[in-house]
């Protein structure tokens, strides 16, 4: 398929408010729409929104590509002896982070290696707070940079620039080692330049 359908975990994110989350995802979208307009008839298509949903390839289940806010780190909720541990299902069960403290987002992409064909793509965006740490705050507004501790006033780490970049990897591209390039593999406190396509490492 030429149709890049995804649906929004409908829990949005708690710790950034009004719901302004929603058009700051959309809007990465519509960044990677127009590109695809000029040179491709490659889609992006939302589709209903979805609660508690599950990220990985389900084998001969219902797959659907994820976008999720991961508000809790599982090493704070997940009891010690639960049986997801073994069972690798605890960010599911508990809808909670399970990856690096310092990973600002992660898209797990399932591919045909016969074929080159993604059959499965989501993104989870760490918006936990571990141990009671401050953690990544996203925000949505454009300036200023936030000083001294994160607000939703100011830019901490952009929801735009990070669903731009994750976007990238859901559609197969890899980290670039290129200052300011949209699929470099950092994002500084307050940047906001992925939101913007490059042209790619240069030659």
């Known amino acids: 398929s030429r149709e890049f359908r995804y ?5 949005g994110s708690l710790r950034t408010p009004r719901d302004t989350e929603f058009p700051a995802i959309e809007a990465a979208f519509d960044t990677w729409r127009t590109l695809s307009a000029t040179c491709s008839d490659f889609t992006f298509v939302r589709g209903p929104d979805v609660s508690r949903p599950k990220v990985g390839y389900i084998v001969g289940g219902e797959n659907q590509n994820i976008i999720t806010f991961r508000e809790t780190a599982c090493q704070d ?3 010690f002896d639960d049986p997801c541990i073994e069972a690798d299902t605890c960010a599911n069960d508990y809808s909670c982070w399970e990856h690096g403290d310092l990973t600002i987002g992660l898209t797990s992409t399932t ?3 016969e074929r080159g064909i993604v059959v499965d793509a989501d993104i989870e965006l760490n918006a936990s707070q571990p141990g009671g740490i ?3 705050l996203f925000t949505t507004v454009s300036s200023p ?3 001294g501790l994160p607000n939703p006033d100011c830019v901490a780490t952009d929801l735009q620039n990070t669903m731009t970049h994750e976007l990238g ?3 197969g591209l890899d980290h670039v080692f290129e200052a300011l390039s949209t699929m470099e593999a950092s994002a500084p406190h307050g940047d906001t330049d992925k939101r913007v396509l490059d042209l790619g490492p240069s030659a």
């Open 145 to 147: 940079i936030c000083e």
């Open 111 to 113: 591919y045909t290696k």
């Open 169 to 171: 990897h859901a559609m």
């Open 134 to 136: 401050l953690g990544f």
């Open 7 to 11: 649906h929004i975990d409908s829990a």
């Open 77 to 79: 909720v997940v009891p």
